[in-house]
Nanobody, 123 residues
Framework: QVQLVESGGGLVQAGGSLRLSCAAS????????MGWYRQAPGKEREFVAA????????DYADSVKGRFTISRDNAKNTVYLEMNSLKPEEAAVYYC????????????????WGQGTQVTVSS
């Protein structure tokens, strides 16, 4: 089993920045890729970004390319999501997850989910 715990959410003004963290514990050697999704009220959960745990391959949703950066610190078993130029419509609960590879994660074919962290963007 793998446990994922997100942190770093909060309130930010439009155009501002936040950095989310996702700490993994448990059977972390079984994790090959991790990612971030978000879900706003009344909307479906959508892919944001993913990263290969070993090779550093990344993938992003088109809507966040150039503004968001996913990274990892393997020594800390932690994945980060740096979010810049945030928009009010990006307010959502942001979830961390883990799967077999970046493609699988981007298609929501994952094995583990965190509980989520709330991001609020004021206009």
């Amino acid at each position: 089993q793998v446990q994922l715990v997100e942190s770093g959410g909060g309130l930010v003004q439009a155009g501002g920045s936040l950095r989310l963290s996702c700490a993994a514990s448990g059977s972390i050697l079984s994790i090959n890729a991790m990612g971030w999704y978000r879900q706003a009220p009344g909307k479906e959960r959508e892919f944001v970004a993913a990263i290969d745990a070993r090779g550093g391959r990344t993938d992003y949703a088109d809507s966040v390319k150039g503004r968001f950066t996913i990274s990892r610190d393997n020594a800390k078993n932690t994945v980060y999501l740096e979010m810049n130029s945030l928009k009010p419509e990006e307010a959502a609960v942001y979830y961390c997850n883990a799967g077999d590879n970046v493609v699988a994660v981007s298609r929501q074919n994952v094995h583990y989910w965190g509980q989520g962290t709330q991001v609020t963007v004021s206009s």
